[in-house]
């Protein structure tokens, strides 16, 4: 494989995972650990990739407007995701008010979820079904149907949250960022989001590794105003900023 084909793939597999080892990248390529490290070095030096002590992690990525289907989304990071709803779903008790907001993660987070007594409020027109399918009390919020995420957004939406008081909200996010916050593509996706988290006593986040260090057009909170629950946590600088549990640590 010549230089700049194993560079590319490299870059790849970084962008991907957002944080990757030596090992990892040597048994990938099929090349010597030592080769790696040189290719990390130049690769950090032509500012593509950020190299730390036994691999590297991916710089900030911007994701602009652009977003992918549910369809698309929901089989990626299957492990993770399901590890991550399975810890989220313990979190809750018997009294709680509880808003599961739209996304992949969220809509894995019912199938573990078991407590038949606490109410639930989404805006996500998937999680409404599943909801009712388990014989949960549980509402759906009204407004405007988003066809890629299926979620329902807007001011009517937003004005029903107006009046809600969340024990716990569980939120999805396309990216997470220390300065730019948890971000998502969608003006009107990211004011619903926000407008969940400032009713809610505690918010949570789910999201696999591969979110952090993304940045979309809109942020909908600042890291310290929700807990992060992650699997493997790629930056150890996220945790000066806010609660974080890793399920996969």
């Known amino acids: 494989m010549l230089t700049q084909e194993r560079y590319q793939s490299i870059l790849s597999m970084v962008?991907?995972?957002?944080?990757?080892?030596?090992a990892e990248l040597a048994e990938y390529l099929g090349t010597s650990e030592s080769t790696i490290?040189?290719?990390?070095?130049?690769?950090?030096?032509?500012?593509?990739?950020?190299?730390?002590?036994?691999?590297?992690?991916?710089?900030?990525?911007?994701?602009?407007?652009?977003?992918?289907?549910?369809s698309m989304r929901?089989?990626?990071?299957?492990?993770?995701?399901?590890?991550?709803?399975?810890?989220?779903?313990?979190?809750?008790?018997?009294?709680?008010?509880?808003?599961?907001?739209?996304?992949t993660t969220t809509a894995r987070l019912i199938d573990f979820i078991e407590?038949?007594?606490?109410?639930?409020?989404?805006?996500?027109i998937v999680h409404a079904r599943k909801l009712v399918?388990?014989?949960?009390?549980?509402?759906?919020?009204?407004?405007?149907?988003?066809?890629?995420?299926?979620?329902?957004i807007g001011a009517e939406g937003i004005a029903n949250l107006?009046?809600?008081?969340?024990?716990?909200?569980?939120?999805?996010?396309?990216?997470?960022?220390?300065?730019s916050g948890f971000t998502t593509p969608d003006i009107e996706e990211a004011r619903t989001k926000e407008m969940a988290v400032?009713?809610?006593?505690?918010a949570f986040v789910l999201a696999d590794h591969t979110k952090f260090r993304r940045v979309y057009s809109v942020t909908f909170s600042q890291l310290k105003q929700c807990c992060i629950i992650t699997d493997v946590?790629?930056?150890?600088?996220?945790?000066?900023?806010?609660?974080?549990k890793e399920v996969m640590k």
């Open 115 to 124: 407590n038949n007594k606490a109410t639930y409020v989404t805006n996500g």
């Open 74 to 103: 929901e089989n990626r990071m299957k492990e993770e995701k399901t590890e991550i709803a399975k810890y989220a779903a313990c979190t809750i008790n018997n009294a709680d008010f509880v808003f599961i907001d739209s996304g």
């Open 162 to 179: 107006k009046s809600f008081n969340f024990t716990k909200a569980f939120m999805g996010t396309n990216g997470i960022h220390i300065e």
């Open 133 to 152: 399918q388990k014989g949960f009390n549980a509402y759906l919020i009204g407004g405007k149907v988003k066809a890629a995420t299926e979620a329902v």
């Open 233 to 244: 946590l790629p930056d150890s600088s996220y945790a000066k900023e806010t609660i974080i």
């Open 37 to 70: 490290r040189r290719d990390l070095t130049a690769l950090d030096e032509l500012g593509k990739l950020k190299k730390v002590f036994g691999g590297a992690t991916a710089i900030v990525q911007q994701g602009g407007m652009n977003e992918d289907s549910v």
């Open 15 to 22: 962008n991907e995972k957002s944080a990757v080892t030596v």
């Open 198 to 202: 400032n009713r809610s006593y505690m």
